[in-house]
T-cell receptor, first 111, second 115 residues
Framework: QKEVEQNSGPLSVPEGAIASLNCTYSDRVSQSFFWYRQYSGKSPELIMSIYSNGDKEDGRFTAQLNKASQYVSLLIRDSQPSDSATYLCAVRVDSSYKLIFGSGTRLLVRP | GAVVSQHPSWVICKSGTSVKIECRSLDFQATTMFWYRQFPKQSLMLMATSNEGSKATYEQGVEKDKFLINHASLTLSTLTVTSAHPEDSSFYIC???????????FGPGTRLTVT
């Protein structure tokens, strides 16, 4: 059973702080990794994709991938109340392009 | 770019009737689309993978005769919930992969209520 694990939270951070969201996956051959943001009652929105070990930055977001440890994380700098949402980690596991989603981490940014 | 639409955004139907949901990729051609279902406060559950011009691949436990999927063109996939029952009430979301990349882009979702 291929799995993607996330802490359900909520992770509560003050406005302006760095929020760190973590994800582990079980399938060692996974090649593609994604972070989605989902506001309550809405569909997921793609934030970042990462394919290689190391860091990838896009604005206030940084994705980090460590394939040896089977670990991917998302850092949100200068967190804003509007960042309050559930963050879903997703991993592509095979040639069908299916994604396996974690259950999500709920982030609360306190004003 | 990478915009996916869904129609309708919400629908209420009576038990025993069928409902069709459309998913369109507006600015790219999607050879692969996916259908998910999400119950309140739960994670996404993949129902099926839809490939243009071929039969959909259903996940284990999903009734293919109840959830009919058609991917007749590179920009349109449809999900028909047949003989709907109240337990089918849920948030149905489609996504589309924009080749040659792996990223999936989600539609806004369709909220189905069966009375």
């Amino acid at each position: 059973q291929k799995e993607v694990e996330q802490n359900s939270g909520p992770l509560s951070v003050p406005e302006g702080a760095i929020a760190s969201l973590n994800c582990t996956y079980s399938d060692r051959v996974s090649q593609s990794f994604f972070w989605y943001r989902q506001y309550s009652g809405k569909s997921p929105e793609l934030i970042m994709s990462i394919y290689s070990n190391g860091d990838k930055e896009d604005g206030r977001f940084t994705a980090q991938l460590n394939k040896a440890s089977q670990y991917v994380s998302l850092l949100i700098r200068d967190s804003q109340p509007s960042d309050s949402a559930t963050y879903l980690c997703a991993v592509r596991v095979d040639s069908s392009y299916k994604l396996i989603f974690g259950s999500g981490t709920r982030l609360l940014v306190r004003p | 770019g990478a915009v996916v639409s869904q129609h309708p955004s919400w629908v209420i139907c009576k038990s025993g009737t069928s409902v069709k949901i459309e998913c369109r990729s507006l600015d790219f051609q999607a050879t692969t689309m996916f259908w998910y279902r999400q119950f309140p406060k739960q994670s996404l559950m993949l129902m099926a993978t839809s490939n243009e011009g071929s039969k959909a691949t259903y996940e284990q436990g999903v009734e293919k005769d109840k959830f009919l999927i058609n991917h007749a063109s590179l920009t349109l996939s449809t999900l028909t919930v047949t003989s709907a029952h109240p337990e089918d009430s849920s948030f149905y979301i489609c996504s589309a992969r924009r080749p040659p990349y792996d990223e999936q882009y989600f539609g806004p979702g369709t909220r189905l209520t069966v009375t």
